[in-house]
């Protein structure tokens, strides 16, 4: 199974920051990355796929990067509605496995 | 608008089996670019991919539920299913349905899943 490692677990930072959130996985998986914000009591929403396109409806703050084993979520400018977890998902290969997820909470 | 909604029984006992049924509604379940799969998170926790299904029955399970996991679909309902065997209480999770895109390959779509808790 590919293992997706995601740091930090935890991030504390403020409206108007910008963060980056980063996705490692244990072999290569070309593009085949996608990121999900879920909310408490809430499913898991597409954010962006292929690692770097933007889901239609999402806000450009939100930018994705990275190919191979290294990939990166960021949020340029930090909005009260962006504070959620964050998973990456690999679908390169089967079983499709997630990261363990980043808490992105209010400084 | 594509909506999944899962139902199904939110309390099984020990050592029962799961069942658990998305119904697909704004779109067919029978299109040639998606998957249909099913994901569940324990409290607290996080997401857990249990298997995907194509429309015409074609499936892929993960290893670690491989051996008690069953996915079906009914294309005439609109419908794909998850049974669970043997479940313990570890089995309690929030248990979600969605798109498997291959296209956008992602999962775009998501029910807004169902708590089951196994308990006697």
């Known amino acids: 199974d590919i293992q997706l490692t995601q740091s930090p677990s935890f991030l504390s930072a403020s409206v108007g920051d910008r963060v980056t959130i980063t996705c490692r996985a244990s072999?290569?998986?070309?593009?085949?990355l996608a990121w999900y914000q879920q909310k408490p009591g809430k499913a898991p929403k597409l954010l962006i796929y292929?690692?770097?396109t933007l889901q239609s409806g999402v806000p450009s703050r939100f930018s994705g990067s990275g190919s191979g084993t290294e990939f990166t979520l960021t949020i340029s400018s930090l909005q009260p509605e962006d504070f959620a977890t964050y998973y990456c998902?690999?679908?390169?290969?089967?079983?499709?496995?997630f990261g363990q997820g980043t808490r992105l909470e209010i400084k | 608008q594509l909506q999944l909604q899962e139902s199904g029984p939110g309390l099984v006992k020990p050592s029962e089996t799961l069942s658990l049924t998305c119904t697909v509604s704004?779109?067919?379940?029978?299109?040639?670019?998606?998957?249909w799969g099913w994901i569940r998170q324990p409290p607290g926790k996080g997401l857990e991919w249990i298997g995907s299904?194509?429309?015409?029955?074609?499936?892929y399970y993960n290893p670690s539920l491989k051996s008690r996991v069953t996915i079906s679909v009914d294309t005439s309902k609109n419908q794909f299913s998850l049974k669970l065997s043997s479940v313990t209480a570890a089995d309690t999770a929030v248990y979600y349905c969605?798109?498997?895109?291959?296209?956008?390959?992602?999962?775009?779509?998501w029910g807004q899943g169902t708590l089951v808790t196994v308990s006697s």
């Open positions: 969605a798109r498997h895109n291959t296209v956008v390959i992602s999962f775009d779509y």
């Open positions: 704004g779109g067919s379940i029978s299109s040639s670019s998606y998957y």
């Open positions: 299904i194509y429309y015409s029955g074609s499936t």
């Open positions: 072999q290569g998986i070309s593009s085949y």
């Open positions: 292929a690692a770097s």
């Open positions: 998902q690999q679908l390169n290969s089967y079983p499709v496995t």
